[in-house]
């Protein structure tokens, strides 16, 4: 079974890891929490029996207009059980009151985003290595 939580009350490091998947030098469980403690929204799903974070999601809000979601990952051995759907629609209740929400995402999830209430936009961005990823 799966809880859902806005909360970092009693999350310890040894809850969080196996993240960041493919990157190069993936974040630390501290460097983790870091990012969780100052994202304006975000989520964890935890799976109760290990009491590990399987998934999460996070936003960044100005809290009058607009947000974006910068990252949202369920675990691999959690993929595929409906968790990333559940973190979504919980993030947008949280949002509700905004009128920009905004994600990037590959074209291939593009349909689901849509199923949310999405829709197809163009962006733009810059990606920099963090000062690590040069080592
Ligand atoms: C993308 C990701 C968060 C999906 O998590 P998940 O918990 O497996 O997703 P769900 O089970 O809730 O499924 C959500 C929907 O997305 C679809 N989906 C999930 N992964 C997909 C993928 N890689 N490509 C295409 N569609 C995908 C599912 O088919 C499902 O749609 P459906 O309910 O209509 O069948 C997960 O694969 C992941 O962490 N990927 C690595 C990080 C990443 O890409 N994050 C997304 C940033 S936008």
Known sequence: MIDYSDSLDGIC???LGGFFVGWRHPLTPTEHIRLLAGS???LL?????SGKVVGFITALSDGLLSAYIPLLEVLPPYQKQGICRELVRRMLVKLEGLG???LLCDPPLLPFYQCLGFQPATAASIRR???IDKQ
Not at 45 to 49: G, L, T
């Open 40 to 42: 304006s929204h975000f």
């Open 45 to 49: 799903a935890m799976d109760q029996e």
């Open 13 to 15: 490091k040894e809850q």
């Open 129 to 131: 290595p963090r000062p």
């Open 100 to 102: 920009m929400v905004d």
